[in-house]
């Protein structure tokens, strides 16, 4: 066993929605930290928790996370089970308001009644907003872990949960494509990415979509872009692919540049419309788009939720050993991120100012920008990726953005 010059009591939790890996990273926490001869609390609900626990409706003690209760005899031992699962062993919680503060208070007395000497969170942008300012404010000695499929965290060139997110969606056209295929129809599929096409844009171009539309590229559904994914679809026909498939980002909005819960199902409606339209113009190479039978297929929360990746399992070995080994080195206030294939870590005092800035300005913290390498790969594809990014197409390159 190492055992650290300092007796270690530290703490974790998991903010805002879930996502796979959750729980790798939780293993991965209490393997390394326990190997150094430290105490490892869970807190249930993220800064719910903690306020449960100021409220006295749980005791401290009942928190501690150990490395056992989970055997399979004979196959698994005490928390390996965790690398497998998806969710969140601490439950996760994407409500409450700490910048009201009298919560924020509670949520300060009970962290101090955990007396812990660091706490390691896993959150997405907005969890990192939040527990910034009560980790000032209580000043707790903090790690943050990125994690969301929307994979819209600066500085980390992946969070945690987006490569699950991108197979589950891959795999969900692989499945659409052969219903469409064999009905010649246009299958809409929305995908989750509130206010980022990391997702959309990836999965579309590994399960072979014919259109990708992001809010980055398409902030709303005009008719220039129903027009271009009509043509698009032409093209494809006259290249004897009778059907396509569309991904649409959650977070493009309807043609008043507003928010749709269900934006799929109103693209595939419109996609229809707009066919039978230009079908009316007279022009023969629209004919045939009198007719376009579109379907909408809005995939949800099963993006969150499958089992995670290989790769998402390797990262969260890394990230929660990571967040040890800062903690150990009494490195504080830091967010650990993937850059250039490995591990590694950002102080939170660079990270926090942009994400501020890009909150004040409602816009997302780290969007698709149109030199992403992924957007020339589905241009250079043949994908339909909205009108603006197509008109500023640039020269052939490959997408190297892992
Ligand atoms: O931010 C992650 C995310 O999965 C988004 O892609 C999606 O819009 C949102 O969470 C859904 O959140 P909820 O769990 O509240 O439905």
């Known amino acids: 066993m190492v055992t650290s010059?300092?007796?270690?009591?530290?703490?974790?939790?998991?903010?805002?929605?879930?996502?796979?890996?959750?729980?790798?990273?939780?293993?991965?926490?209490?393997?390394?930290?326990?190997?150094?001869?430290?105490?490892?609390?869970?807190?249930?609900?993220?800064?719910?928790?903690?306020?449960?626990?100021?409220?006295?409706?749980?005791?401290?003690?009942?928190?501690?996370?150990?490395?056992?209760?989970?055997?399979?005899?004979?196959?698994?031992?005490?928390?390996?089970?965790?690398?497998?699962?998806?969710?969140?062993?601490?439950?996760?919680?994407?409500?409450?308001?700490?910048?009201?503060?009298?919560?924020?208070?509670?949520?300060?007395?009970?962290?101090?009644?955990?007396?812990?000497?660091?706490?390691?969170?896993?959150?997405?942008?907005?969890?990192?907003?939040?527990?910034?300012?009560?980790?000032?404010?209580?000043?707790?000695?903090?790690?943050?872990?990125?994690?969301?499929?929307?994979?819209?965290?600066?500085?980390?060139?992946?969070?945690?949960?987006?490569?699950?997110?991108?197979?589950?969606?891959?795999?969900?056209?692989?499945?659409?494509?052969?219903?469409?295929?064999?009905?010649?129809?246009?299958?809409?599929?929305?995908?989750?990415?509130?206010?980022?096409g990391h997702l959309a844009l990836q999965a579309g171009i590994a399960g072979g979509a014919d259109v990708i539309l992001i809010p980055e590229l398409t902030p709303s559904l005009n008719d220039g872009v129903l027009n271009g994914i009509c043509q698009h679809i032409v093209q494809l026909r006259q290249s004897d692919r009778q059907f396509a498939l569309v991904v649409v980002a959650e977070g493009v909005r309807n043609q008043n540049g507003v928010k749709e819960k269900y934006i799929g199902d109103l693209l595939a409606e419109q996609i229809q419309m707009q066919g039978a339209r230009l079908c009316q113009t007279g022009q023969p190479e629209f004919c045939h788009l009198e007719r376009l039978e579109t379907r909408a297929t809005t995939l949800g929360h099963i993006q969150r939720s499958s089992p995670p990746s290989s790769f998402d399992r390797l990262m969260a070995a890394a990230f929660g050993k990571k967040a040890v080994d800062l903690i150990a080195a009494q490195t504080y206030q830091q967010l650990v991120i993937w850059s250039q294939g490995q591990v590694d870590s950002k102080p939170l005092d660079t990270v926090m100012p942009l994400i501020r800035n890009r909150h004040q300005d409602h816009l997302c913290p780290n969007p698709v920008e149109p030199e992403n390498p992924w957007v020339q790969t589905a241009q250079d594809l043949g994908i339909y990726i909205g009108k603006s990014a197509q008109a500023t197409s640039s020269s052939a390159s490959g997408g190297d953005c892992q």
């Open 5 to 196: 010059v300092l007796p270690q009591k530290i703490g974790i939790l998991t903010s805002g929605g879930d996502c796979p890996g959750l729980n790798a990273v939780i293993r991965a926490v209490i393997k390394c930290a326990t190997r150094r001869g430290w105490e490892v609390y869970g807190i249930p609900y993220g800064t719910q928790g903690l306020i449960t626990l100021e409220q006295g409706n749980c005791n401290g003690q009942d928190l501690q996370l150990l490395e056992h209760g989970f055997d399979l005899p004979g196959l698994l031992h005490g928390i390996d089970i965790l690398q497998f699962l998806s969710g969140s062993i601490l439950g996760a919680l994407n409500k409450g308001d700490p910048s009201n503060p009298l919560i924020a208070q509670e949520i300060l007395n009970g962290y101090q009644q955990l007396n812990l000497d660091a706490l390691i969170t896993l959150g997405g942008d907005g969890s990192l907003d939040i527990i910034d300012r009560l980790a000032q404010q209580g000043h707790w000695n903090w790690i943050a872990i990125p994690k969301t499929i929307d994979n819209d965290v600066p500085y980390t060139e992946r969070c945690l949960g987006f490569d699950t997110a991108v197979d589950t969606v891959t795999r969900a056209l692989y499945d659409l494509t052969f219903t469409a295929a064999s009905h010649s129809r246009i299958i809409v599929v929305q995908v989750m990415g509130r206010d980022a």
